[in-house]
């Protein structure tokens, strides 16, 4: 039986992963590992592959797209699997930019939600909703998505994916439509739940270093369909080798949204994740 508190334990293994649509190379070649416990990011700007291939990750690639290599999940392969033909075990929860599209419009919050506790009792949907710092939440739970602002409904759409119950989540871009302010909050609630013994991987996709910074604790950056570089925040951040990461870096310190009091404290790599890339 697999230990999931163990940082060594290999969540999400993709190896010589390439996608392509219409005969055109989208994701060329890429290989990465993420372990149990970890917040890994995919950087990289409006092109690069990276929604993509958190799409194949998912099992939701679009229409056409030809993928070879290998997605393994909890050891399972599902590179040819669309997301609900996949065994339990491999399934994997996602959180995407638009909350608005990802929940029912016509449906009550606390409908939404009820329908999501498979696995879950109402006691810990309870202590799930309080973690999200959520106010008012009989209150909320009796509204439409639509009465809701921008970042209750990202909150309500982690909720969502953490109700699962899977050991991997992929959250594509959450924080994108967000305020400064919300964006905070929500990252912020990412952070506080991955540090959870039972909270599953993560893995970030975002266009933002800072935002990356803020809570990730290592990091791919992707150009042009491949990782042309990787390691923890803080080598991306003081030691980049790419010129590409380089000017990523350089934005962010241009605009102040990089600085040393908006990191979490303890996005450092941990040492067992550390020595099994190493070795």
Same mark, same amino acid.
């Given at each position: 039986m697999i230990n999931w508190n163990r940082h060594t334990d290999a969540i999400l293994q993709v190896e010589n %992963?390439?996608?392509?649509? /219409?005969?055109?190379?989208?994701?060329?070649?890429?290989? &990465?590992?993420?372990f149990a416990g970890e917040r890994v990011c995919l950087l990289g700007a409006s092109g690069s592959g990276k929604s993509l291939t958190a799409k194949a990750i998912i099992g939701t690639p679009p229409s056409g797209c030809q993928i070879s290599g290998s997605i393994r999940v909890n050891g399972e392969e599902v590179s040819q699997l669309k997301a609900l033909a996949r065994p339990q075990v491999s399934r994997v929860s996602a959180v995407f930019q638009d909350s608005a599209t990802a929940l029912n419009p016509l449906m009550p919050l606390g409908k939404q939600l009820s329908l999501a506790l498979k696995t879950t009792s109402s006691s810990e949907l309870s202590a799930l909703l309080a973690a999200m710092k959520l106010d008012d939440i009989p209150n909320l739970l009796q509204r439409y998505p639509a009465e809701l602002s921008g970042? @209750? *409904?990202? *909150?309500?759409?982690?909720?969502?994916?953490?109700?699962?119950?899977?050991? %991997?989540?992929?959250?594509?871009?959450?924080?994108?439509?967000?305020?400064?302010?919300t964006q905070k909050q929500v990252l912020q609630v990412l952070q506080e739940r991955s540090a959870q013994p039972d909270a599953p991987a993560l893995l970030f996709i975002t266009h933002d270093i800072a935002v990356a910074a803020q809570l990730? @604790? *290592?990091?791919l950056v =992707?150009? +042009?369909?491949?990782?042309?570089?990787? /390691?923890? =925040?803080?080598?991306? %951040? +003081?030691?980049? @080798?790419q010129p590409y990461t380089r000017s990523l870096v350089a934005a962010a310190r241009r605009a102040d949204t990089l600085l040393s009091? +908006?990191? &979490?404290?303890? +996005?450092?790599?941990?040492?067992?994740v550390a020595g099994a890339l190493a070795g």
């Amino acid at each position: 039986m697999i230990n999931w508190n163990r940082h060594t334990d290999a969540i999400l293994q993709v190896e010589n %992963l390439s996608l392509s649509i /219409g005969g055109e190379t989208k994701v060329s070649d890429i290989s &990465f590992t993420l372990f149990a416990g970890e917040r890994v990011c995919l950087l990289g700007a409006s092109g690069s592959g990276k929604s993509l291939t958190a799409k194949a990750i998912i099992g939701t690639p679009p229409s056409g797209c030809q993928i070879s290599g290998s997605i393994r999940v909890n050891g399972e392969e599902v590179s040819q699997l669309k997301a609900l033909a996949r065994p339990q075990v491999s399934r994997v929860s996602a959180v995407f930019q638009d909350s608005a599209t990802a929940l029912n419009p016509l449906m009550p919050l606390g409908k939404q939600l009820s329908l999501a506790l498979k696995t879950t009792s109402s006691s810990e949907l309870s202590a799930l909703l309080a973690a999200m710092k959520l106010d008012d939440i009989p209150n909320l739970l009796q509204r439409y998505p639509a009465e809701l602002s921008g970042g @209750q *409904r990202q *909150r309500i759409c982690i909720t969502l994916a953490l109700l699962g119950k899977t050991r %991997l989540l992929v959250a594509d871009e959450p924080t994108t439509a967000l305020d400064v302010i919300t964006q905070k909050q929500v990252l912020q609630v990412l952070q506080e739940r991955s540090a959870q013994p039972d909270a599953p991987a993560l893995l970030f996709i975002t266009h933002d270093i800072a935002v990356a910074a803020q809570l990730c @604790q *290592r990091g791919l950056v =992707m150009e +042009n369909g491949r990782v042309i570089e990787s /390691g923890s =925040m803080q080598q991306l %951040l +003081n030691a980049p @080798q790419q010129p590409y990461t380089r000017s990523l870096v350089a934005a962010a310190r241009r605009a102040d949204t990089l600085l040393s009091d +908006n990191l &979490f404290p303890d +996005n450092v790599l941990p040492t067992a994740v550390a020595g099994a890339l190493a070795g």
